[in-house]
RNA sequence: GCGCUCGUAGCUCAAUAGGAUAGAGCGUCGGCCUCCGGAGCCGAAGGUUGCAGGUUCGAUUCCUGCCGGGCGCACCA
């Protein structure tokens, strides 16, 4: 199947070119859209607005000569001219009926693989270890995997590559804690809450000692030369961090491919350093070893400190490579809070002058924040991620409770828990990444209205007709029946699933998963209105059949889409 | 000071290669269960898209200035 963006795209841009045969037309793009208004078509075309200078013609003029050039395609109904220029597509009936039946049987739904054949390293989570998780973890991880589902739904092949933060200042400062007030028994018992307050003990101490911090970044530096004893520590206080965060992706549903933390690339770093300084890029200045970039209109980037130690650019710098050459991709994403914009313009920058040709893009989004600011480990005005998780699946449990009874209770679990973790991931995921998050309670546990949970009720709803029609029509296919779009809840509805494979290449390609929620959101809207209006299992054999059909595919569809948004859907609700 | 970014309904947010009448949710008010699941549906009220200019047939969207938030700017990651 064709994007019908796409199809209706080129036969307009065909149809403005028999017209005006006699001017280039090639430098302007004559797309089609969906229709913004009800009552103006389907589809639209405003290229003769555009092209009213270029022809030296009205624009109103150029859409009649375009609608009256006696051009017809199959989709297409009827053209007609309003406003200033605008050309209206109105679609035909039947072949939507005919579009709709060929994405039902496509276990694709529609969706092409313009990836297909190109690797993408993909960077997101990423969580310094030996901290717990908290709310602030949840946008990376979250957005991440959503673009990573999305781009190997369209083809791409996706290497996810948790780049754990295992490795760096926050290890000397914890292995000063541990030294001077460690606890092995409480180590053993809860690492998590131990490992915490090594942290932010010695993390305290150095905002007032000098001495001290000096001392933790000693220790790093120990670690970093290899250290027995401090790589010991490490080694248990890494091992016991990667237990934990196991636990909470096993929650959240993330699978990586690869988790090369910081560590991995230690080794690497020496060199990475050296040969920057023998390619000229980088030379010393104030003990430190520079990497300048004027040119590029950046600050200058540090790549090895003056007490010897390397950094977070250093690694990437090395990460690049490691990922260029070895793992082939010829992308990398990297999907980080707001913060790091100037990092990754600087490491992108560096391996440019490298001469890597990998295409690197940084996908950032805004901070999560509570409403009465900004919230910090130190502050101790965190929210942990589990905290979190716990309470949505407990409210969850509540509603499922109280309106399925029936259920027997450890399915009532499983529902809560695949409710609960759906609204906390469809409350973040069906906002504009960049938009800094405000956290609420209210908002990330919402249960109806537009959240995960409605999706998710809506699809249960389906899969309930679904039963019931089979129940009463054991011996029936479905398929054998025609798809009649008589109403017209019916004929937008089917409008409106025919985009789905050109939302979900829109959203991957342009690191937008809150394109794909909004979809979706507005497919379940369109259904409920047409499960309340609307007959099917009383409705006539032929129109009961055309709508069953109807519902199935728009189940398919909610449950691919919130698939690819990590959500899972049951079939009971 | 320089850079990035945001400012849209009472609140939280959509609307991103510029399109017709700026959309949702929550909250408020009013309707809808003899019926396929009410986590629902239908309707109402609510807006000078921060302000001022500019480009354009057309600007929430692009440009300039101002006001007001957020974030970043060499030895944290």
Redesign the pocket.
Known sequence: MELLDTTLSDWMTGVFASCFPDHDLESV?I?VVA???E???DY?C?AA??L??VLQQN?RRIAESVVNSGADHEAVEKLEI???G?I?IYLNTDWIAAQIVAMGGDPRLGVPVPGEGQRVVMDYGAP?IAKPLHIGHLRSHNIGSAIDRMLRFIGYEVVADNHL?D????FGITIMGWRESGDAEALEQSPMAELERLYVESYEKTKTDEDWLTCC?QELVKLQAGDEENTALWRRFVELSLKELERIYARLGIRYDLSRG?SFYNDQLPDTVSDLEARGLARP????I?VFLEEEGL??C?VR???G?F??AT?DIATVRSRVEQLAASRIIYVTD??????FKQVFAIAARLGYTASLEHVWF??MRLPQG?FSTREGNVIRLDALLDEAEER?RA??AE??PDIPPDQQDE?ARM?GIGAVKYADL???P?????F?W??AL??????G??LQ?AC??I???LD?YAERHPAVSLAEYPVILGESVERKLAVHLLQFAGIVIQAGE?F?P??LA?YL?ELA?MY??F????????ADEGVRESRVRLCGIVADVLRQGLSLLGIETPK??
Request: proline share 5%; aromatic share 8%; hydrophobic share 30%.
């Open positions: 793009e797309a229709t913004t208004v009552g103006f078509g639209q405003n607005m555009g009213a200078r624009p309003a406003g200033p605008f209206n310094n933060g490795w760096g200042t926050q970044r910081e200045s104030e003990g430190a520079v600050p200058a540090i400190k003056s007490d130690g950094n977070y690694t707001e913060r790091q914009q100037l990092h805004g901070l900004a969850a509603v499922v309106s399925s529902i409710v069906s906002q504009n960049q938009s800094a998050v405000t609420t209210e908002k919402a249960l109806n209205g537009n959240s949970p409605y009720y249960a709803r899969s309930s007709v019931k342009n937008r809150n394109v909004d959101y809207g409920s209105t499960y309340q209006n609307v007959p099917f299992l009383r009971r609700i």
